[in-house]
């Protein structure tokens, strides 16, 4: 057997596809020295402790999700640009939004802090953190809006309480629906998680989120 090339970054994401198997708190080194096909002692020269693997975990899931964005770089100047219709416009966020999160690492990112934020503080404030990214890009969304039609109040609402609205609907669909999308890899334990994502998304979820946010909209906007 060759040499295997492995990092910190490597090891942690055997961590993480393992933590998505059986949980992060029945995982063992073992079964991360496994995955990785190299020795239990080998995960020494890279981490103190099992301790210290898990904090570095945590760190690298905070920084991926810090990548993570609702609206692109050009969403708030096609607004003031075009004024797209903005049903159409959440349909397309929604869209690529949750599709982003059929990829990996993000895909066991997500299922990790997902479930330890129940058991670790810090691991909740990067979830906090998530959660208010998501609501002040909406809000941003809102207010690009109501600066084009300046000439009428669109919403008849606080623009952060109609974000949150919104950012709540967003957020519990994206969850059930990544739920959704583990069942579907526990069910076809042969496709792996890598070949979940070769399969199609699943349309009927994100387009009843997209109809959801419509339907909270027309109650919103005058």
Do not use: W
């Not at 009843?208 to 909270?216: G, M, R």
């Amino acid at each position: 057997m060759g040499k295997k090339n492995i990092s910190q970054e490597k090891i942690i994401q055997a961590f993480l596809a393992c933590s998505f198997q059986k949980s992060a708190g029945a995982t063992s080194l073992s079964d991360i020295s496994e995955a990785l096909d190299i020795k239990k002692a080998s995960l020494y020269n890279h981490f103190e402790s099992r301790d210290s693997m898990y904090e570095s975990t945590i760190s690298f899931c905070a920084q991926e999700l810090q990548k993570v964005s609702f609206i692109t770089d050009k969403t708030i100047e096609s607004i003031k640009k075009t004024n797209p219709q903005i049903q159409s416009l959440f349909k397309k966020l929604i869209i690529r939004y949750f599709n982003m999160f059929e990829t990996e690492p993000l895909f066991q990112v997500y299922a990790f802090v997902h479930t330890e934020q129940y058991f670790n503080k810090k691991v909740l404030d990067i979830v906090r953190e998530e959660n208010e990214s998501l609501i002040n890009e909406i809000k941003l969304i809102l207010q690009s809006y109501s600066e084009i039609h300046t000439e009428k109040i669109i919403f008849d609402k606080n623009i952060k309480e109609i974000a949150l609205s919104i950012g709540s609907v967003i957020l519990q669909q994206r969850d059930f629906y990544i739920i959704c999308r583990k069942d579907t890899i526990r069910n076809n334990p042969e496709c792996g998680v890598g070949s979940l994502f070769a399969l199609p998304s699943d349309d009927k979820l994100i387009n009843h989120t997209a109809k959801l946010i419509e339907v909270l909209l027309s109650f919103i906007k005058k």
